[in-house]
């Protein structure tokens, strides 16, 4: 059994990678985290992208979480990758941040959440950061 959460360094990724380590200690398994690069706030360089990878893998590691942190390829939709992993691994559950919006906002979902939501292959938790 595994848990897919999409990670970003954000309040909204910090919410889900925290819910996603509680669900897999509730659930059993393992976790697997998909960070892309593409359209976050990861810069240009694939550097930076390795560099939050070892941060999430020394943390789960520090949490004694049993994990696989995907880094995906530029060019790719995060929402793919997301729900591709959620495919590949057999997933029970996808795990997404979901950022406050202003009351116009919240009739219209992000892209990605929304195809994540209509288009994964699991349940998906959409979670916000507390505050």
């Given at each position: 059994?595994?848990?897919?959460?999409?990670?970003?360094?954000?309040?909204?990724?910090?919410?889900?990678?925290?819910?996603?380590?509680?669900?897999?200690?509730?659930?059993?398994?393992?976790?697997?985290?998909?960070?892309?690069?593409?359209?976050?706030?990861?810069?240009?360089?694939?550097?930076?992208?390795?560099?939050?990878?070892?941060?999430?893998?020394?943390?789960?590691?520090?949490?004694?979480?049993?994990?696989?942190?995907?880094?995906?390829?530029?060019?790719?939709?995060?929402?793919?990758?997301?729900?591709?992993?959620?495919?590949?691994?057999?997933?029970?559950?996808?795990?997404?941040?979901?950022?406050r919006r202003s009351p116009?906002g919240k009739l219209l979902?992000?892209?990605?959440?929304?195809?994540?939501?209509?288009?994964?292959?699991?349940?998906?938790?959409?979670?916000?950061?507390?505050?």
């Open positions: 059994m595994s848990v897919v959460v999409g990670y970003v360094p954000t309040p909204e990724g910090e919410a889900a990678l925290d819910t996603a380590i509680r669900e897999v200690r509730s659930r059993g398994g393992r976790l697997v985290v998909v960070l892309s690069e593409r359209g976050h706030r990861f810069g240009s360089e694939s550097a930076d992208l390795a560099a939050h990878a070892d941060d999430v893998r020394r943390r789960l590691d520090e949490a004694d979480v049993p994990h696989d942190v995907r880094m995906t390829s530029r060019g790719r939709d995060v929402a793919d990758d997301i729900i591709d992993a959620a495919s590949e691994e057999g997933s029970e559950l996808i795990v997404i941040g979901l950022r116009v979902l992000g892209s990605n959440a929304q195809r994540i939501l209509l288009d994964a292959p699991c349940p998906v938790l959409a979670v916000k950061p507390a505050g």
